[in-house]
């Protein structure tokens, strides 16, 4: 009797330290739709074989973050520059295709 007695409260007694198994945790289903494209004026381009990658929204946290627009060298010949774009409520970033 006394080691049953002895058992309950030990159990008892170290339940009392352990740590809480609730876990509650709230998400959302991925980004709004981004704010409207910023107008500006298209700088000259620095020379030939350059490419336009306009400027774009993208995801930065729980915000959206401005990327301005730039002239850059495409990675490899007759590629072209696919602009972000959000879908589906979904956001897809901006890549280089043939």
């Given at each position: 009797?006394?080691t049953?007695?002895?058992?309950?409260?030990?159990l008892?007694?170290?339940?009392?330290?352990a740590?809480p198994?609730?876990?509650v945790?709230?998400g959302?289903?991925?980004?709004?739709?981004?704010?409207?494209?910023?107008?500006?004026?298209?700088?000259?381009?620095?020379?030939?074989?350059y490419?336009?990658?306009?400027?774009y929204?993208?995801?930065?946290?729980?915000?959206?973050?401005?990327?301005?627009?730039?002239?850059?060298?495409?990675?490899y010949?007759?590629?072209?520059?696919?602009?972000?774009?959000?879908?589906?409520?979904?956001y897809?970033?901006?890549?280089?295709?043939?």
């Amino acid at each position: 009797m006394k080691t049953k007695l002895l058992a309950a409260v030990l159990l008892a007694g170290s339940s009392l330290f352990a740590a809480p198994g609730v876990f509650v945790g709230v998400g959302v289903g991925g980004y709004g739709p981004p704010p409207p494209v910023v107008a500006y004026a298209l700088p000259p381009s620095p020379g030939p074989g350059y490419a336009w990658v306009g400027g774009y929204w993208y995801p930065a946290g729980a915000r959206y973050a401005w990327h301005a627009g730039y002239w850059a060298r495409p990675p490899y010949s007759h590629a072209y520059w696919v602009a972000p774009r959000y879908y589906g409520h979904r956001y897809y970033p901006g890549r280089w295709r043939r």
